[in-house]
């Protein structure tokens, strides 16, 4: 071996050994991977693809810390083909380009294809996505996306059609006990069984925050078994209890308080999910169905704050968007309450599922195409443009007697 290589070997072992603990202990097959059994227990779709070496272009999809690299990666240990990374952060067009041409004179020259790894793909913006169509479509690479986003929104419809979807979902507490299991026997450190039960809890669904986590409290440990005080400095939090239970059981006590109308229980509430790491998009969402559900008509403002401060939530990001969240706790906290909106709704849809659906009346009917006239479709309607005063059935005759919005029950703060 020459001194270079000798060199860049060197080089290659100390930047591994300085890696994050979650690169360090990336799986190296598919039976250690953690978690997506769905997708890779025994007989599952993507494992067998896997192991017949017989995958065709896939998508990835799924929050942070759920192992969409980690499959790539596995399958780049597995794959006779050539295997290309690209980072949609950091790569243009030029270099879409350069690995397909590669993988076409690999093809041409060695019979041998080729599998595009592209992290982070709902980055690409449509015409780096349009160069990857042509080579995806005619088998010059086989293409491999991950993305956070959904990419029913993210990923164009052409690619996305010639692309297998493969949902990975978030890692449940026992995925991430076995992380953090396995992540001190790598540190060669030991943890008391709070200290475990803390990072869980606070890291369910993203392996990589756990390990991460975990690093730096080992760091902080230095020589002594890791404490609640060393993950609690790791999470730089205090030790706040927020399980699954946790969460239904808080999501229901802020949309409770909110609705009857205290405002310092919302507040609390709100304060109680943000400190736990809840999904600011989620809060908002709640709101926003809350302002229309709670409130309705009784204050049709209500699902405008609630709208923006869901809009603020995506254009400003946390922290500075608690503000946001803040000001439409208290002003749905303020707001009279009434749910006739959601009665209204909710009703009608039980009728329909009832089979009280009834034949749309003949004056209803599209007029708006020929020979349509003589079938009755139209006749007899008058505009109430026209004529303000008139007074028509516009329900079917199974309905005509039902009233489903009923303006009671307002409950004022």
């Not at 390990?211 to 205090?238: K, P, R, Y």
């Not at 736990?276 to 969402?285: H, Q």
């Not at 009346?361 to 007029?367: G, I, K, S, T, V």
């Amino acid at each position: 071996m020459s001194a270079p290589d000798l060199f860049s070997a060197a080089a290659q072992e100390r930047l591994k050994s300085r890696a994050p603990l979650a690169s360090r202990m990336r799986p190296r097959t598919l039976d250690e991977i953690v978690g997506q059994k769905h997708l890779v227990g025994p007989g599952c779709v993507l494992r067998l693809l896997v192991e017949q070496d017989a995958l065709s272009s896939v998508i990835l999809w799924g929050p942070p810390g759920t192992g969409k690299t980690t499959l790539a990666e596995v399958i780049a240990q597995s794959t006779a083909r050539d295997f290309h990374r690209l980072s949609a952060v950091s790569a243009g067009v030029k270099d879409v380009r350069e690995v397909i041409e590669h993988a076409r004179q690999r093809l041409g020259e060695a019979g041998k294809s080729s599998i595009v790894f592209i992290d982070e793909i709902h980055r690409f913006s449509k015409s780096q996505q349009d160069a990857l169509l042509p080579a995806v479509e005619n088998g010059t690479i086989t293409l491999i996306g991950a993305t956070t986003e959904n990419p029913m929104f993210e990923v164009n419809a052409p690619l996305r059609s010639r692309s297998t979807l493969f949902r990975l979902e978030p890692l449940d507490v026992g995925d991430i006990e076995i992380l953090l299991n396995r992540g001190l026997e790598c540190l060669g450190q030991e943890a008391t069984s709070q200290a475990v039960a803390l990072l869980v809890s606070r890291c369910v669904g993203d392996g990589r925050q756990a390990l991460t986590s975990l690093e730096v409290a080992a760091a902080i440990a230095g020589q002594d078994v890791i404490s609640v005080t060393h993950a609690e400095a790791a999470l730089s939090t205090s030790s706040l209890r927020y399980g699954r239970d946790d969460h239904y059981d808080v999501v229901s006590a802020f949309i409770k308080s909110i609705r009857g109308s205290d405002v310092d229980a919302g507040i609390h509430w709100l304060a109680r999910m943000l400190e736990a790491g809840e999904d600011a998009r989620f809060i908002a969402r709640r709101l926003v169905i809350l302002a229309s559900e709670d409130i309705g008509m009784a204050d049709p403002t209500a699902l405008l704050v609630a709208t923006a401060a869901a809009q603020a939530v995506e254009y400003v990001g946390l922290p500075e968007a608690q503000l946001n969240l803040a000001q439409a706790v208290i002003h749905l906290g303020r707001a009279p309450k009434n749910n006739a909106v959601a009665q209204a709704i909710w009703t009608a849809r039980q009728d329909v599922r009832d089979g009280l659906i009834g034949e749309v009346p003949q004056f209803l009917r599209d007029a708006h195409y020929h020979g349509a006239n003589e079938l009755g479709h139209g006749v007899g309607y008058v505009s109430p443009h026209d004529d303000p005063t008139v007074k028509q059935q516009y329900l079917p005759d199974s309905v005509a007697d039902k009233t489903y919005y009923r303006e009671t029950g307002v409950v004022d703060e």
